[in-house]
Structure formats: C-alpha cells, structure tokens
C-alpha cells in the first residue's frame, strides 16, 4: 500500500513541475506585457513601462523568475491582482468553497446517475432496456451543460418558482440552504458527466459478465446474484473508476462556464474577468490552484485505482 | 439426422468484393438513424453555405423599435436585444459552429495524428516519456486550456480555433497512438520494413490508411464536442465578437435576458443539441458500419419458440449408470434472419469415473455442446432437440433455478484459459471460499481451512499463503489447478474440461492431465473432456467421440478409435496429428458466427 502510494505520487511530481512552467511562462507570452496592462494604455510610455518592469522583475532572468514564483506559490504567496490590488491568494481562497461545492456535487450527481443507469442497461444488455439507456445517455452526451442549466433556470426558478434565482449560499453559512442551491447547478453540471460513466458501467459490466470466470464461478455452483454483486461488480468498477477519474477535470472545466450561468461567485468568474482584464497573477493563480487540484484528485483516484485492482500494483 | 451446414465456398473474384469504403458507405446508407443525422447535417451545411441567400434579414441589422421579441410572422424565431433578426443570426451561426468545428478538429488532427504514429510506431522510451507528456496534458481542464490560449491570442476565430484544437490533440495522439500500437505487430507493416520503405513513408501511406476508420469516428464526435466548447466561450463572451452571429453568442445574450425574453435560449440551444447529436449519431453510425463485420449483434431469442421449433422426438430410456446422457440433441444459433443447427449429436453418455472426450477442430461445435451439457448456451443459442440428462435428471430444458441445483453438487466445469477463469481483481482465497460456502455451511474460517487444504490437494505448493495472492501471481499450469479446485469444491459426479488443458506448456499440460486422473479415482467423478488434440484423448480417455462440423462421426473406445479408426475423418485427424505441419483446413465447415 505505501508503496503504491510512493509510486504514484513520484510520478506526479513531473506532472506539477511541468504544468507550473506551462502555466508560468504565459506572463512572457502575453502580448502588450504586463507593465502596459498594469499602466493603462493612457500612461504607457517607454520610461514608465520599464519602471513597472524592474519592479515586477522582469528584467532578471527567466528561470530565477520562475523559480521566485514557485517558492511564493508554495508559501501560498501568488502575488498581487493588477486589477484590485488585493492578493491573489486571498481572492481564490475566498472563492475556492463556491467551485468546490459545485464540482463536489455535480461529481456526486454523475457517478450515481451514471452508475444507476449504466448497471441497468449492463445488467440486461441487448435488451430494450439497455437500448433506452443507450438512447438517453447519447442524448445527455450531446447536451451543452450550460443550455440545461439555463433550461432548468427557466422551468424550476422562473416558471415554477421552486427555487431562488440566487441560489448560492456557502455550507458554512446554512448547510442546509446550501445543498438547496446546489440543486439544479449540480443537476446541469453532472448530467453530461453521467452518460459518459453510464456508458463505460455498461460496457464494463456487460463485459464481466460475458467473461469466463463468471462461467466458471456460476458452473461451480455460486449463486448468480453472488456472482453478479460480488465479482462482475467489482471487476466492472476498475475501467468505471478511471472513467470517473476522467470526468473531474471535466467537471471542472464546465464548472468555469456553469458558475457564470446559476451566478455563482467561484474561481470560473474570477478568471473569467481576469482573462478579459489580462490580469496574469489572478490568471496564472487561478489555474495552478484548480491544477493542482485536478492533478491531486487524479492521484487519489490512481491510488484507488491501484487498490481495486492487483495488476495496477508495484510488484 | 439431415446434412443443414452446407460448405459453401463462394467464388471469391475481385468483382464480386467491393472495397471496404464502398461497404462501409453501402451499410451507412442501411441505417436510418444516421441517415437522418446526415440530413440534419447537410441541413446545416446548406444553411452555412447559403447563409446571405436564405436569411430573410441581415444579421447585424439592429432593429431599436422591435428589440426581444417573440416569434411572429416577420421575424419567425423572434429578435435579440438590438432588434436583430434571430433567425438569421442563426442562419450565419452555422457557418462559425462548422468552421470552428471542423476548424479546430484539423488543427488537433494535425498536431494529434504525426505525435501518436511516432509514439506508437517507435515504441520504447519515446512512447513511454511521450504518453507521460499527453497523460499531463489531457488531465488538465480543458476550459483552462482555452481561457489561457485567449487570454494570450485575444478573441477571434482563429484563437478559438486554436484553443479547441489544442484541448484535442492530446485525444487525438492517444488513440492514434493506441491504433498504431495494434498496427505495428501486423504483417504488412513488417513486410514494409523488409522491402526497405522509409519510416515516414511506412507510417503515413502504410500505417495511417488503415487507422482512418477509427480517426473519422473520433473526428466526428470531436467536431461536435468543438461546437459545444466554442457556445461556451461566445456564451461567457471571450468566444466571438457579437458583431459574428453565433449560437453561444446568442445563448449569451438569451441569459441575461431570460426574464424578459425566455424564447430566446431555444432556437440556438437546439440548433448546438441537435448538430451535436448529429455528429455523434454519424460517429457511432459509422463505427457500427466499420465494425458489423466482427460484431454481429446478439439477439436474445425467445426460449418457447426456440423450444416449438425443434420437433419433440420420443425420449429415449435413461440410463442408470450414466452421469451424463445425451439423446438426439439439436442445438441451433438464431441468427437474425436465418437459423442453423450447430450441433447435431445422437448418443452420447459419460459413466461414473469414465473419462469420455470429444475431440474435433475448432469450430467443430464442440464447446457449443459442453456449453449445452452446462446449461451455459449463448443466449442466441438454444436446444431445439433432443434431451440432455445429467445424473438422471432430465435438464434440456430446465430453468436456471433447477440448474443452479445441479451446480451445487453434480456439475462443474474447467475452462480453458485458466487466467481468464478466475477473477482477476479477487483473491484466489476468496473465489475458494466463496464457493465452498456455496456448497456447504461453513464458517469463513472453516472454508478458508478447507480451501487451502483443497488447494494443497490439486498441487498448489504453500496453499494457505498463496490464498491470499491474486490471478496475477499464478503461473498458467498453477492458475488451472486452482480453477480445478474451485470445480472440485461442490465434488461433482461430472467435470466438464472444455480444452482445460490447451493453454498450457506440454510439461504442465501432462501434469494437470495426470491431477484429473487421480481426482476422477479419488472422486469417482465422470469427466468429459473437451479437446482438439488427439494426444490428450489418447493420453487419459477410455472412450472418445468424434465430431465434425456439428454432428458426431464415431464414438469408441480409445484403444479402437486408435487401432482401428472407422470413419475417414477419423483417419485424417490421426494422420494429421503424425504429420503436424498438414492443417485440414479445406475441411473446417463455414460456420464463422460459431461463439466457441
């Protein structure tokens, strides 16, 4: 066990590494520097740009830069916003709760649909029922989340008035209220999700039991729903475990576009206005926060993974 | 008993096999379901071609005396907030849905494709390092990827384009990679190596051909998903300026006025849904056309007309001694338009300790008949004559429940690749367990004792540690003693050994033949042996049955069947057995649906 958790998080660290450069060297590749973002197009003179440079430090070397920036990001310093002026540490973290909330319950909301349906249609494969399932999940497939959010808005907030047009409350606030607001985001955010994870548990599942030590298991006599619960499920779960994997960093790239759609005040909005401002700090911060994030949830999902499944281990 | 699998053996001239595209396209144009999807599409191409001819307005024409208005008559899906004409606006949002999306989809596949043939052409270092790279790439957000390529390019067309063709790139290289991977162990690329063509020449002229099928179904979901992305990116406003009519644009606007003008978020909504299911539906059109030749659908057939198609002949006398005994048995495939009879056998029983084998090539129908004996047809195959009887016990047509009975006691079975036997995610100790329980009522500590005494018992060395070992851990020889013990585990009066023994090396195949024999003396148990190899039957079966396609030619015992061989396919199997290299090919009946 600790040695699969060794193994897999030695391989994260060049994942980090390499993603922090990516993520780094966007400030030398955005056009107009940061100084004129900084100045404004009004007091943009070549004197007062190079001022703001030297106090930025980008005259010194690149990778000294780089190697600065890392060592503030992991003493959670990630400079300033050009725009606010506030610390970009304390505006993410002020927003994090919000984007968390929404991926978590989104996340839980397309693992048991997509589970449910998928164990259904694996479970009577070449049936009516599966071929129901398999009609739905691509039509799921094939919805932007963003449209079902805006339609669930529109039936559930403005037609029928079952929830509030805000809906937004953090859990610390009122966990109860909170769970009533993430209702119909999670629903929106977790529905295309679901029929990629219902597609995998079918095809997972219908597999494990075609396979033979099904056979060999029912032919010795273990009843069939032993068989089906016990073995069938668990080796199905291996490819459903990676799949789900897969969907978090999904979930939050679409959490980016679902947070501007039910207004809920998250890191998606933060870097949107960054994107727009060319705020780099709060852009650059934004990012390495939600990839390390998704790197960190895919090491416990590839831990998981290896825990589920013997072959995956170190030997 | 009537001759129904005919060999036919059609004249194969090149006029008569059109090439693969034209099948493909010819099956393509058989499923409705894609046909529709094409329709739509060309629908949407027509639109995006002919935008200035069919918009009844310019797009850009802003309107202050009729602003968010629903539908009417003049303007048919409504207008947005500058009074301009939605319907047009979507007319010209095709153009940037199939530019973009066909747009950034060329840019990933030029990125995608040349990276994953490298990948898994070279193999080694470069794929290991490579895959690494994709592996860190694709894991990061994909809307990240965009805000970042935007943030540095500025909006615009291109930008998109680029962002969206970079998310994909790495999906693309992947499979490719994946692909060319299977690719590389073929003849032909080997034999393009040998007559000297350049890797770049292989990889492009050789290996890409013949990964187009997947790439255009990969390509095909990937153009709509690029659809989807580039609505989300007009719709937060960092897409297209609004001055460019695009569906996310207008879903964009349709949201900030939504309590006003709700109409507005359907026409673009379902103008992206709809391309987007499009593409999808072409995409599995196309891979089901691409692939029916391997996969042919498994219908389930209904087991009362399975059972008024075959004729009920009169049943024959059981016989007392018998384990197994077989009378007439027709097993046929339902296919779905036609049905043949794969196994057509007369008589057959396998006495108490006697080990009866059936020998015959592959595709012969002799799995498809250990699989009647288990009650474990395929659901597209059904016994449509004849009986079954097992320890007297008339099981041809018995439901689950009855032959559920019967596993717990009377029947077990081995199979023949041992590692696919056993679950690989369980230990061995708990599939022992498991099945012990099944049997009798015993604790968890009693079945554990048990099973490792079961275990010592068929030769596995060290059982009660190695009862907490994995599939994995096993050699091949030992990963089939231990589905022997799991077989054992409910003492069976029959063991069926489907090739039980073909997977292994020649060594261990004679030691686990020699562990059956002395179980079926230890036991008492009848054994019927599944095999295609005339050594086996001669080495431990006292009788044997001959069958070919389908239908059993002799039945005898051993020493006959050797000395004195009756039929001539007999004689040929012998013959081909002293002279290894000989196959009989000529002779293998054309039953390809076969499942063995």
């Given at each position: 066990m600790l040695k699969l958790i060794a193994s897999r998080v030695t391989l994260v660290i060049p994942q980090l590494l390499i993603v922090s450069a990516l993520i780094f060297l966007m400030t030398y590749l955005i056009p107009g520097s940061a100084a004129s973002a900084i100045l404004g197009d009004a007091r943009s003179t070549p004197d007062e740009i190079a001022r703001i440079e030297r106090l930025l430090g980008l005259d010194k070397p690149i990778w000294q830069n780089f190697l600065s920036w890392i060592g503030g990001a992991l003493q959670g310093d990630l400079g300033t916003s050009y725009v606010s002026g506030r610390p970009v540490s304390d505006a993410l973290m002020e927003r994090l709760p919000a984007t968390?909330?929404?991926?978590?319950?989104?996340?839980?909301v397309a693992v048991v649909i997509g589970v449910t349906l998928g164990l259904i249609a694996g479970l009577r494969a070449g049936r009516p029922v599966d071929r129901t399932v398999t009609g739905v999940t691509s039509f799921l497939q094939a919805?932007?989340?963003?449209?079902?959010?805006?339609?669930?808005?529109?039936?559930?907030?403005?037609?029928?008035?079952?929830?509030?047009?805000?809906?937004?409350?953090?859990f610390a606030q009122d966990p109860a209220r909170w769970l009533y607001g993430m209702v119909l985001p999670s629903l929106a955010l977790g529905a295309g999700a679901s029929a990629l994870i219902a597609r995998q548990t079918r095809t997972a599942l219908s597999e494990a039991l075609a396979s033979r030590y099904v056979d060999t298991l029912t032919a010795a006599g273990l009843s069939p729903v032993r068989v089906v619960m016990k073995y069938a499920l668990k080796n199905a779960m291996v490819p459903v475990l990676a799949a789900a994997g897969l969907t978090i960093g999904i979930l939050f790239g679409t959490s980016l576009v679902m947070e501007r759609v039910f207004s809920i005040p998250?890191?998606?909005?933060?870097?949107?206005?960054?994107?727009?401002?060319?705020?780099?700090?709060?852009?650059?911060?934004?990012?390495?926060?939600?990839?390390?994030?998704?790197?960190?949830?895919n090491l416990v999902v590839d831990i998981l993974y290896g825990v589920l499944n013997p072959k995956a281990r170190p030997q | 008993m009537s001759d129904t699998v005919t060999i036919r053996t059609r004249p194969r001239g090149p006029e008569q096999l059109p090439s693969p595209t034209a099948r493909t396209v010819k099956r393509l144009l058989r499923q409705p379901i894609t046909m529709i999807a094409v329709l739509w599409l060309l629908v949407v191409l027509v639109c995006a071609v002919t935008a200035p001819l069919l918009a009844p307005f310019d797009p850009n024409d802003n309107d202050f005396t009729a602003v968010l208005q629903g539908p009417s008559a003049e303007h048919l899906l409504g207008t947005d907030e500058n009074g301009r004409d939605v319907l047009s606006r979507i007319i010209f949002g095709a153009r940037i849905a199939l530019l973009v999306g066909v747009g950034s989809v060329i840019i990933a596949a030029l990125i995608g494709i040349p990276l994953g043939l490298l990948l898994g052409f070279r193999g080694g270092w470069y794929d290991r390092i490579g895959t690494r790279f994709i592996d860190i790439f694709d894991a990061l957000p994909g809307m990240l990827v965009a805000f970042a390529v935007i943030a540095i390019l500025g909006r615009g067309m291109l930008p998109i384009m680029l962002a969206i063709g970079l998310i994909f790139c790495m999906n693309i290289a992947r499979m490719t990679r994946a692909v060319t991977l299977a690719e590389r162990g073929k003849i032909y690329v080997d034999a393009g190596r040998v007559s000297g063509l350049r890797e770049v020449s292989l990889l492009f002229r050789q290996v890409l051909p013949n990964i187009t099928g997947p790439l255009i179904v990969q390509g095909a979901i990937l153009v709509g998903s690029a659809i989807t992305i580039e609505a989300?990116?007009?719709?937060?406003?960092?897409?297209?300026?609004?001055?460019?009519?695009?569906?996310?644009?207008?879903?964009?606007?349709?949201?900030?006025?939504?309590?006003?003008q709700p109409f507005m978020i359907f026409p673009p909504g379902i103008a992206i849904v709809l391309t987007v299911l499009a593409f999808n539906m072409l995409a599995d059109g196309v891979s089901q056309a691409l692939g029916s030749q391997r996969r042919r659908r498994l219908r389930r057939t209904d087991r009362a007309a399975a059972r008024a198609a075959g004729a009920v002949g009169a049943a024959a006398a059981p016989d007392a001694d018998a384990v197994l005994q077989v009378d007439d048995l027709t097993v046929t495939l339902f296919s779905e338009d036609k049905r043949v009879p794969l196994v057509t056998l007369d008589h057959l029983t396998v006495g108490r300790g006697e080990v009866v084998g059936v020998i015959g090539e592959s595709g012969s129908g002799k799995s498809t008949f250990a699989r009647a004996v288990l009650g474990l047809l395929a659901p597209n195959l059904h016994i449509t004559g004849g009986t079954i009887r097992i320890d007297g016990k008339d099981m041809?047509?018995?439901?689950?429940?009855?032959?559920?009975?019967?596993?717990?006691?009377?029947?077990?079975?081995?199979?023949?690749?041992?590692?696919?036997?056993?679950?690989?995610?369980?230990?061995?100790?708990?599939?022992?367990?498991?099945?012990?329980?099944?049997?009798?009522?015993l604790s968890r500590r009693a079945a554990r004792v048990e099973a490792a005494a079961l275990l010592e018992r068929v030769g596995v060395r060290?059982?009660?540690?190695?009862?907490?070992?994995?599939?994995?851990?096993?050699?091949?020889?030992?990963?089939?003693?231990?589905?022997?013990?799991?077989?054992?585990a409910s003492e069976p009066a029959l063991l069926v050994a489907d090739e039980a023994t073909s997977?292994?090396?020649?060594?261990?195949?004679?030691?686990?033949?020699?562990?059956?024999?002395?179980?079926?003396?230890?036991?008492?148990?009848?054994?019927?042996?599944i095999t295609h190899d005339m050594g086996v039957v001669a080495e431990v079966c006292d009788r044997a049955a001959v069958v070919y396609s389908g239908s059993l030619?002799?039945?005898?015992?051993?020493?006959?069947?050797?000395?004195?061989?009756?039929?001539?396919?007999?004689?040929?199997l012998l013959a081909a057995r002293e002279r290894r290299p000989r196959t009989i090919e000529a002779r293998v009946p054309a039953s390809e649906e076969v499942t063995s």
């Open positions: 968390l909330s929404l991926v978590g319950c989104g996340f839980v919805l932007p989340e963003f449209w079902v959010g805006l339609i669930l808005i529109l039936v559930f907030v403005l037609a029928l008035g079952w929830f509030p047009v805000l809906g937004y409350v953090p998250g890191v998606g909005t933060l870097l949107l206005g960054s994107v727009l401002n060319k705020d780099i700090p709060v852009m650059q911060g934004g990012a390495i926060l939600l990839c390390v994030i998704v790197i960190i949830v | 989300a990116l007009s719709f937060l406003s960092i897409g297209l300026e609004s001055t460019t009519p695009s569906w996310g644009g207008l879903l964009g606007v349709a949201v900030t006025k939504m309590a006003v041809t047509h018995a439901p689950p429940s009855q032959w559920r009975k019967l596993r717990g006691g009377t029947i077990a079975a081995v199979f023949q690749d041992p590692m696919a036997s056993l679950s690989p995610v369980h230990t061995v100790g708990a599939q022992l367990v498991d099945t012990l329980r099944a049997h009798r009522r060290g059982a009660a540690k190695r009862l907490d070992e994995y599939p994995h851990q096993f050699s091949g020889g030992m990963a089939q003693r231990v589905a022997i013990a799991i077989a054992l997977a292994l090396d020649v060594t261990t195949q004679a030691q686990v033949l020699d562990l059956l024999l002395d179980l079926r003396d230890e036991y008492g148990m009848g054994i019927l042996l030619v002799e039945l005898t015992d051993v020493k006959s069947l050797f000395d004195a061989p009756q039929d001539p396919y007999t004689v040929e």
